[in-house]
């Protein structure tokens, strides 16, 4: 039975939105939304864009699946670094929003793109706030991802080591990109041409030059220059007393969806243990654990996700490779996702699966991904950071595909080893290898998994649990 809460106002923040972005967090904000909506809430959204061709700061309103979004260009033409979590002009845009909606609840899923300021200022207009944590950027300013510019973890948080970090990591737009993002935004509002993607364009082959012939110099020598270096460590340290100083008091109940995320923001930063809970996602049952499994006489190996080094696509394929061909002809290898990023990144990945005879299938809607987890003996989630909960692993398991996952973080936390799959070694092609090489040969016991169902929380329990949280802290603030 559906949890029936008194008739809210609610105003769900985040960096993203579809259909201009649709990343887990984005997609996630979307479907619990439209849920919300249809229980008879007055929902809407606060986004950021990036769109060179508008003018910056212009805040637009549109609709998708009948919620309303405010949507906010941000060209990340920052003047320094603190404008990258604190920006005045994303907060005064904010209480417009806030002034005209006066939302009961302000519900955080990212502030990427926008401004710790949102969150204090929801909270003295009297809205209860809540704040789930979809991975670490509270804690690292480098997207929140944990990861040092040489590609290792941060398993700790120190402040000397983000110092040599930051300076090779290009927090905001160029004079360059300024001057041209004016000269489109004009073009467009006076003319209506939108030049943008070809600008695009031709910015990401211009940097990919540039990069080649100085910007990792430069920023290899910056990052060993202790001035440099020590500037950038203070500005880090100064960023993590603001952001606790801002965002935790003003928070109502923070949600973290594993509880390796929840222990790193308790143990690591000190937040009470009673304002952050550990609450899962849901999955949408009907839409993955009824859909007929399909056969096949070969191991139909498969990658969900988007490609981008972080996911680790890149390992995948190494691994794959590392077999022997006759090996390799006993599975299918394919690779699905978005390409949208890092072009020289992708041409690698497009070698590579050529090479060892993988395919690229390119991005799937929703319905696709249910289609391609029923039509897969074993997915392969090779992610090479701290991961929060995967969306794709959860409806691995509503679909009872057998997993492989990197071996750290909420993966290996949502996949019991002999269950629901199995672990292997973050970023350890030849650990991940040796793992196909049992699956392929029969020998990991694929067939074995899935002996007792799985035990998911379904889509509509996890908005009822939402829901019921909303109203005891909205409640509370009135």
């Known amino acids: ?55 910056d700061y212009q805040l637009t309103r549109r609709e998708h ?24 002009r994303v907060e005064s845009a904010f209480d417009a929003v806030v002034e005209s909606f006066r939302p009961d609840v302000v519900h955080v899923q990212h502030l990427l793109y926008l401004s710790s300021g949102l969150v204090p200022r929801a909270r003295a207009r009297g809205a209860a706030i809540l704040f789930t944590l979809h991975d670490f950027w509270l804690q690292c300013p480098r ?33 360059f990109e300024r001057r041209v993002g004016g000269v489109l935004a004009g073009l467009r509002a006076g003319t209506g041409i939108d030049l943008g993607p070809i600008a695009r364009g031709v910015s990401a082959r211009l940097g990919k030059k540039n990069k080649k012939l100085a910007d990792v110099d430069r920023a290899g020598e910056e990052a060993l220059d202790p001035v440099v270096a020590d500037r950038f460590a203070r500005a880090a340290d100064s960023r993590t007393r603001a952001l606790k100083h801002a965002v935790v008091p003003a928070v109502d109940l ?29 999955v949408d049952l009907d839409a993955f654990a009824w859909r007929p499994r399909s056969t096949s006489d070969k191991l139909r190996v498969s990658f969900l996700g988007s490609l981008v080094p972080l996911k680790g696509p890149h390992v995948l394929l190494d691994a794959w490779s590392r077999l022997d061909a006759d090996v390799r002809a006993r599975g299918r ?16 990945l497009a070698r590579a699966a050529a090479a060892c005879g993988a395919v690229l299938g390119g991005p799937l809607d929703r319905d696709g991904v249910a289609r391609a987890l029923a039509a897969t003996d074993l997915l392969v989630v090779p ?96």
């Open 1 to 55: 039975m559906l949890y029936v809460a008194p008739s809210l106002k609610i105003l769900l923040v985040t960096h993203g939105f579809p259909p201009h972005r649709t990343a887990g967090t984005e997609t996630y904000t979307a479907e619990l939304g439209v849920a919300l909506r249809a229980r008879g809430h007055d929902v809407a959204v606060f986004t950021a864009l990036k769109d060179i061709s508008r003018p």
């Open 65 to 88: 699946r009948g919620l309303v979004v405010h949507e906010l260009v941000n060209n990340l033409f920052h003047r320094d670094f603190v404008e990258t979590y604190q920006n005045p």
């Open 143 to 175: 997207l929140g991802q944990r990861i040092h510019a040489d590609g290792g973890l941060c398993d700790t948080i120190d402040f000397a080591r983000c110092g040599t970090c930051l300076p090779s990591f290009k927090f905001g737009q160029g004079d």
């Open 254 to 282: 923070f949600l973290a969806p594993s509880r390796f995320l929840r222990d790193r923001f308790v143990d690591e930063w000190g937040v009470p243990p009673d304002r952050v809970e550990h609450l899962r996602f849901g």
């Open 333 to 348: 290898l394919a690779l699905h996702g978005p390409a949208l990023h890092h072009p020289e990144y992708q041409a690698q």
């Open 383 to 478: 992610s090479l950071w701290f991961e929060n909960s995967p969306l794709v692993i959860l409806e691995a398991i509503a679909s009872r595909t057998p997993l492989l996952v990197s071996n750290l973080g909420g993966m290996a936390e949502l996949v019991e080893p002999g269950v629901s799959g199995y672990h292997f070694a973050m970023g350890d092609a030849a650990d991940l290898a040796q793992k196909l090489l049992l699956a392929l040969e029969g020998r990991l016991g694929l067939d074995r998994l899935y002996a007792r169902p799985p035990e998911l929380p379904r889509f509509d329990a996890h908005v009822d649990a939402v829901l019921e949280r909303y109203a005891r802290f909205a409640r509370a603030t009135r």
